[in-house]
């Protein structure tokens, strides 16, 4: 990042009280170490909670508690980056863990300036089954074969591409695949070679490979043309 860079880490959260905050303690660590504390703000992006999300994100500082009206990551998402002033936009889950030097790579990555965005790579807790290594790397391969990115892969993206695309469509799902999609039609994606943590609580409770299964399933119902509203129906959401 360069001095007159800034950037907004954006969150869309609903009743994420147990994850919260180990999400925001790794975020504002990779902020506050490679930017010595300027030129940031994270931004928690609320669609309704009635836990203690917002009680917990509040409780950082540096952090931004914006109420959304509904309860739709792209709603909230876009929400969140009308509230950004930041020239890049980093969209996190609220259970994915930022590694270290996250904002040296994307830095990195967008000193090329055909470069209008991109995503990080992927990794479970070493706690994790065995299986979902296997996992990880086959979602690590697709990306890197297809260039194409979820939500859970930490998608950062230029400010003024963000903007010229419309930032993303308000679909029950699949609204990061299809802002991934616009991206990739302004320029060649950046698919960094460092790892997010996400979390395997869906995999975990639904099953590795029934999950697994169902996630290709609904990408290849999307590639077909079927609505995200229907493809809602048979999708599995922790939240």
């Known amino acids: 990042m360069t001095d007159s860079q800034s950037i907004n880490v954006i969150i869309p959260v609903l009743n994420e009280a147990s994850q919260i905050a180990a999400t925001l303690a790794s975020a504002l660590a990779a902020l506050n170490t490679e930017l ?3 030129n940031f703000e994270v931004i928690v992006a609320d669609g309704g909670s ?9 409780g950082f500082d ?3 508690v914006i109420a959304c009206q509904q309860a739709n990551r792209g709603w909230q998402m876009n929400q969140g980056a009308q509230a950004a002033t930041g020239d890049i936009l980093l969209f996190l889950h609220a259970d ?11 830095g990195q990555a967008l000193t090329d300036e055909r470069v209008p965005g991109g995503c990080f790579q992927i990794r479970f807790p070493t706690s994790a089954p065995a299986s979902l290594r296997v996992v990880a ?6 990306t890197r074969l297809f260039r194409t990115a979820t939500g859970d892969q930490a998608i950062f993206i230029r400010r003024g591409v963000f903007e010229e695309i419309g930032g993303f469509q308000i679909l029950p799902l699949m609204e ?10 302004r320029g060649r994606v ?9 979390s395997p609580r869906r995999w975990l409770t639904h099953g590795v490979w029934r999950t697994v299964l169902l996630m290709y399933l609904l990408r290849f119902g999307y590639w077909l043309g079927i ?7 048979f999708f599995i959401d922790v939240r």
Request: no cysteine.
């Open 36 to 38: 010595n504390g300027r």
């Open 50 to 58: 009635h836990d203690r999300t917002t009680e917990i994100a509040a």
């Open 62 to 64: 540096s952090v931004r």
């Open 96 to 106: 994915v863990i930022l590694p270290e030097g996250a904002l040296a790579a994307i």
């Open 137 to 142: 790397g086959g979602i690590n391969f697709r």
């Open 176 to 185: 990061d695949i299809a802002l991934f999609n616009q991206m990739k039609r």
């Open 190 to 198: 950046a698919v960094l070679d460092a790892q997010v943590e996400i």
């Open 227 to 233: 609505h995200p509203a229907t493809l809602k129906r």
